[in-house]
Every structure is written in structure tokens, then in C-alpha cells.
């Protein structure tokens, strides 16, 4: 029950960038409460009322990430961090003009990557990649459920590959579309994936 309770409080400090009306008097009329149940429940009222329920997404501040977004969550099924590395295409976009990423996350101890193409795939989806100046290469990968989005179905070894250059091509076409290059600048992943790795432990 104490885990519970400091876990509470942990999501509760680390919302002053989520709401910033979050009154810290609240959360110390609900530490003084006598009883871990009681104490508890005056923690969960405090943070649906402020609509801090489920993964609370906690920028990180990482020294020369590049462009990378870095941010850790921690999952209330079983406590455990989600890490979530985000890269903005400097070049490509959806048919609509919408922005494509490049997305890794580690979740419950699992590594996943994936494109995010804001477009309908289709069924099925062959990716062609160039990491750096290596031969581009051409291999199908997974489909989200909406279709928009594809994943590498090696994404640890796709990502060690990354780590040794600062650009990734990728190129997809969507359903009944002309093909689609992104062009991703990657420096500054060795930095910004330190975080990942220590928490998906490769």
C-alpha cells in the first residue's frame, strides 16, 4: 500500500508541467491523512480531479539529443517506465501536409519502432531505408491498426544501426499514392536513447 501511495505522489509532483492550478496545499491535506487507504484515496480524488489518470508523460532534459523529444511515463498496470523518443522528418510529409515521425518506445519491457506516415497504408506496407551513406534497403513492416503508421519488425537492431550516422531516408507508398520520402537528421540519438536502453536493458 505504500508503493501505491508514494506512486500517487510521484505522478502528483511531476504534474506541475501538465496543470499548473494543481494546489501543492491539496497534496499536503492528503499526507497527513492517518491510514494508507484513506491516504490513498484522497491522492486518486486529487488526481482525477485534475485529470492526471493513467501515464503521466515527463519531458526529459537530455544534453546534445539533436532534435529528439524525450519522455518517460510510468505505466499503472505494473509500475513500470514508458520511454518515448520522437523525430520530426525535416523533409516529407503526408499527402494532407500532416508531419511524419519516427517514433521508438520502450513499454513494459518491449522496444518498438515505428514511422508514423499520417496516411492510409493499405493492407500490407514495404518500407525502403538508407541509414547514412549504406545501400538503401527495402523490407516489409509491421501495420498499426489505424494503417497509418508502420514498424520495424527489428527495431533493436535497426536502432543500433542508427546510432552510427546522423540521417535515415525512408520511403513508403501509401494506398493507391505516389511514394512518400522522409528524411530524418538522427544526431543526437546516442544521447537521447540512453534512457530507453537502460529501461528496455540493451
Not at 544526431?187 to 528496455?200: E, S
Amino acid at each position: 500500500m505504500k508503493k501505491s501511495y508514494f506512486l500517487v505522489l510521484l505522478v502528483l509532483a511531476f504534474s506541475s508541467n501538465v496543470n499548473a492550478d494543481l494546489d501543492t496545499k491539496d497534496i499536503a491535506k492528503c499526507a497527513v491523512i492517518k491510514g494508507d487507504l484513506s491516504r490513498l484515496e484522497c491522492y486518486d480524488r486529487l488526481a482525477e480531479n485534475n485529470d492526471l489518470r493513467g501515464i503521466q508523460n515527463v519531458p526529459q532534459t537530455i544534453e546534445d539529443t539533436g532534435d529528439w523529444d524525450v519522455s518517460v511515463g510510468l505505466n499503472p498496470i505494473d509500475d513500470s517506465k514508458t520511454v518515448t523518443l520522437a523525430l520530426k522528418a525535416e523533409t516529407g510529409t503526408s499527402r494532407w501536409g500532416d508531419p511524419i515521425f519516427i517514433v521508438a518506445r520502450c513499454k513494459s519491457n518491449e522496444t518498438n519502432l515505428y514511422i508514423s506516415w499520417n496516411d492510409y497504408l493499405g493492407s500490407e506496407v514495404e518500407v525502403l531505408t538508407r541509414v547514412g551513406e549504406s545501400k538503401a534497403a527495402a523490407r516489409e513492416w509491421g501495420l498499426s491498426t489505424d494503417k497509418k503508421a508502420s514498424f520495424h519488425p527489428k527495431p533493436v537492431n535497426f536502432l543500433k544501426k542508427l546510432l552510427d550516422s546522423d540521417k535515415l531516408v525512408a520511403q513508403v507508398t501509401p494506398y493507391n499514392e505516389n511514394p512518400v520520402t522522409a528524411i530524418f537528421n538522427t544526431t543526437g540519438l546516442g544521447n537521447a536513447i540512453k534512457p530507453l536502453r537502460q529501461t528496455c536493458s540493451w
